[in-house]
C-alpha cells in the first residue's frame, strides 16, 4: 500500500468512526424519550450498520437487508437517518404511540426487507431471499444482521446446513453477527458456550470471517467479494456491549438500560467529545 493509499484509509476509518459516534448519539437521545430501551445493541453494532448503510455495501432499494434480532432496530433507525433513508425529526417519535419507529421492529419497520419477531428466525428468511435471487438470475445481495445469542436457537444451524448443501445457490449470501456477548440473561457466555464459534460455521461449510466489530476497515475487507470462493459468508464482528464507551457504571445491565438524566449527560458529553 502507498503512502497515500494509507493516508486514504486512515481518513476513511476517521470518517466512519465520526459516522458512528453519531449513530450513536441518535440513539440515546431516542432512549431517552422512554429513558430505557436496547441503547446497548446500537452502541456495540454502530460500526456494523455504518458499515452496511454508508460503506457502499448495502444498495438500498437493489440489495435485500434482514433484520433477525427485531431489538436492534435502534441501530437501524440510526443507519437510515444517516443514510438519508429516514428524516432525522423522525428519530424523535422513537417509541411513542402510533409511530413508525417501534422499539421492537414489526413488518411495519421501514427500511428493511424482513425483520423477524422470535429470535432465530432471520437467517432462514435471508436464505430464502439469496435462494430467490439465484432462481430468478438476480444480481441482488442478500445482508442479514444476527446477535450472537441467536445462535442459541436450532432454527439458526437448520438453516446454516441448508444453505451449505445450496451451496452453488448462496454466493450472494452475506450475514454479519453482532458478537456482543450479551443477551437477557446476562452475558452470553454464562447461558451457553458457544465457542468455538468460527469453527462450528467453517463447520456447517461456510466461508467465514472473525474480525472486531469496531473496524470499520476490517468489516468492509470481510464484506468483499471473492469471485474464486463462492458459496455462504458469514462475519463475527466482535463487539461490546456499550461500543467501548466509558461512561456507564460497572453495573449497568447492556441488555436493557435504563438511561436516567445524568447517565444521558455523560453519554452525551462522551460522544460529542469524539465528534469535536
Same mark, same amino acid.
Given at each position: 500500500?502507498?503512502?497515500?493509499d494509507?493516508?486514504d484509509?486512515?481518513?476513511? !476509518? ?6 458512528a459516534?453519531?449513530? =450513536? ?5 431516542? *432512549? &431517552?424519550?422512554?429513558?430505557?430501551? @436496547? ?8 460500526? %456494523?450498520?455504518?458499515?452496511?448503510? =454508508?460503506?457502499?455495501?448495502? =444498495? ?15 441501530a ?14 423522525e428519530?424523535?417519535?422513537?417509541g ?14 421501514? *427500511?428493511a ?9 432471520g ?13 430468478a ?5 442478500? @445482508? ?7 445462535m ?23 450475514? %454479519? ?15 451457553t ?9 467453517? &463447520?456447517?461449510?461456510?466461508? *467465514?470471517a ?7 476497515? &476490517? ?16 462475519v463475527i &464482528? ?5 461500543? =467501548?464507551?466509558? !461512561? ?6 447492556g441488555?436493557? %438500560? ?19
Amino acid at each position: 500500500m502507498s503512502g497515500r493509499d494509507r493516508d486514504d484509509a486512515t481518513d476513511r !476509518a476517521a470518517d466512519f468512526r465520526r459516522i458512528a459516534s453519531r449513530m =450513536r448519539l441518535s440513539a440515546v437521545r431516542m *432512549v &431517552a424519550i422512554q429513558g430505557f430501551g @436496547y441503547l446497548g445493541q446500537a452502541l456495540s453494532s454502530a460500526e %456494523i450498520f455504518a458499515t452496511l448503510f =454508508r460503506g457502499g455495501v448495502l =444498495r438500498h432499494g437493489h440489495d435485500r437487508f434482514v433484520l433477525s434480532p427485531a431489538h436492534y432496530a435502534i441501530a437501524l433507525y440510526a443507519a437510515a437517518a444517516e443514510a438519508g433513508l429516514l428524516d432525522e425529526q423522525e428519530l424523535d417519535t422513537y417509541g411513542r404511540d402510533g409511530t413508525r419507529l417501534e422499539a421492537i421492529a414489526t413488518e411495519r419497520t421501514p *427500511v428493511a426487507d424482513l425483520v423477524c419477531g422470535s429470535l432465530g428466525q432471520g437467517l432462514s428468511g435471508a436464505v430464502g431471499l439469496a435462494l430467490a435471487v439465484h432462481l430468478a438470475g438476480e444480481d441482488r445481495v442478500t @445482508y442479514a444482521v444476527l446477535s450472537d445469542g441467536e445462535m442459541e436457537e436450532g432454527q439458526i444451524w437448520e438453516a446454516a446446513m441448508f444453505a451449505s448443501h445450496h451451496r452453488a445457490r448462496m454466493g450472494t449470501l452475506r450475514v %454479519i453477527v453482532d458478537a456482543n456477548d450479551s443477551q437477557v440473561d446476562g452475558p452470553v457466555t454464562s447461558v451457553t458456550t458457544l465457542e468455538p464459534l468460527a469453527d462450528k460455521w467453517r &463447520a456447517f461449510g461456510w466461508r *467465514v470471517a472473525d474480525v472486531d466489530g469496531h473496524d470499520v476497515t &476490517a468489516l468492509l475487507d470481510a464484506l468483499v467479494d471473492d469471485p474464486d470462493d463462492r458459496g455462504p459468508l458469514i462475519v463475527i &464482528a466482535r463487539t461490546h456491549i456499550f461500543g =467501548r464507551m466509558r !461512561a456507564f457504571p460497572r453495573a449497568t445491565d447492556g441488555h436493557f %438500560i435504563k438511561l436516567d438524566a445524568e447517565l444521558e449527560r455523560a453519554l452525551t458529553a462522551e460522544l460529542e467529545a469524539a465528534l469535536a
